[in-house]
């Protein structure tokens, strides 16, 4: 009884190829399929003699019959592929197809200019040494204001700046220097950290988009002075454009940091040399961002030895980065995404 069973298993392998060797086409495949592996096919009904066997035999014709089935459906898989290319050729042969017309070309996607700028600027800092960080978009008042001593009847907190969620407690980001508390309220000072981030605010012409990119920068030591912060500034700067990139610093005014510096670099586009350069209206300088030594009164609220702790810290905009960066004119470009601005990048 075994041996017949596994002996017709056997041959029904040949026997599928002598059935296979006359089909033309995919519906005489479909009836070979349902007459060899169908419900009521040739498999099928062999199978049924297995609960006539002894018990013991049974697992050995089992597997045999679970070889024989994936052998059966590969044949089928070859015959299904030798009947597809006959398509083709047959095609190919009525000269249905014009196989000397050129391929539709693929079009490549690449890396968008602002997350270019992203990856640069988080790069060269990480090799000064800076650790990056994320914090929520969704903050509080406390994070976003308070803590970074800019208090309750500040204009920076307007209504018309801020984008607030219902119930006024909670509010989008204004600047990424939220990070530099949840920072500082996790970690003991030394800190040497980079939050690169999406900020929001409620703007929008030319010159402002109501969402954009910011890094923060904060370097927390002992005897961390205004000199570290411009030679690490003025590293990064170089970096990012070039060695001859010249900057200054100009006084300044933040909430959270004193004494407070706006950075400015050397015009990119005409090196001061051109009266007339749209860029730096003639001035000769670009402002790219806001910096300072961190207030006292912020390391008041992170429970910081303000006698023993300084710091300095840094925020940079990213599309104002890369616009100097690309010569880019329009801030609303990076966001349109028209793919004959992106591609030229
Ligand atoms: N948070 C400031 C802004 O958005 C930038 C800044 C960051 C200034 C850190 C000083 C220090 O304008």
Not at 77 to 86: I, Y
Not at 175 to 204: F, K, L
Not at 256 to 262: D, I, M, N, Q, V
Request: aromatic fraction near 10%; charged fraction near 25%; proline fraction near 5%.
């Amino acid at each position: 009884m075994k041996e017949k069973l596994l002996t017709s298993l056997e041959s029904l392998q040949i026997e599928l190829h002598d059935a296979l060797k006359d089909v033309e086409s995919p519906q005489g495949l479909q009836e070979a399929r349902v007459l060899f592996l169908g419900k009521k096919g040739k498999l099928t009904q062999i199978l049924k003699g297995l609960g006539k066997l002894d018990a013991k035999d049974r697992p050995q014709v089992g597997a045999k019959a679970n070889e024989i089935k994936e052998n059966l459906e590969e044949i089928f898989d070859a015959a299904e592929l030798r009947l597809q290319a006959q398509v083709y050729e047959q095609a190919i042969a009525k000269d249905l197809f014009d196989i000397s017309l050129p391929g539709r070309p693929i079009v490549q996607g690449h890396v968008h200019p602002l997350t270019q700028i992203y990856e640069l600027a988080t790069q060269t800092l990480e090799k000064i040494g800076f650790q990056t960080y994320s914090g929520p978009e969704i903050e509080d008042d406390y994070h976003n204001f308070e803590a970074l001593n800019i208090p309750e009847d500040h204009p920076a907190r307007d209504l018309q700046d801020t984008f607030y969620l219902p119930g006024l407690k909670w509010l989008l980001r204004t600047h990424t220097s939220t990070v530099q508390i949840h920072v500082m309220e996790q970690n003991e000072a030394p800190i040497r950290m980079i939050a690169p981030g999406v900020v929001y605010r409620a703007d929008s012409d030319v010159t402002h988009t109501p969402m954009f990119h910011q890094i923060e920068g904060l370097w927390i030591d002992q005897k961390t002075t205004f000199a570290d912060l411009k030679g690490v500034l003025t590293l990064f700067i170089q970096e990012i454009f070039d060695q001859k990139t010249q900057v200054r610093f100009r006084p300044s005014y933040f909430p959270f940091t004193e004494p407070s510096a706006e950075l400015d670099i050397s015009c990119v586009f005409c090196q001061g040399k051109k009266k007339n350069c749209a860029i730096c209206k003639g001035t000769g300088w670009l402002e790219i961002l806001g910096c300072g030594m961190v207030d006292p009164a912020v390391f008041k609220y992170v429970k910081y030895d303000e006698e023993k702790y300084t710091g300095f810290a840094f925020g940079i905009g990213l599309e104002r980065l890369a616009m100097l960066k690309f010569g880019i004119n329009d801030l609303r470009l990076f966001f349109e995404n028209d793919y004959r601005f992106l591609e030229q990048f």
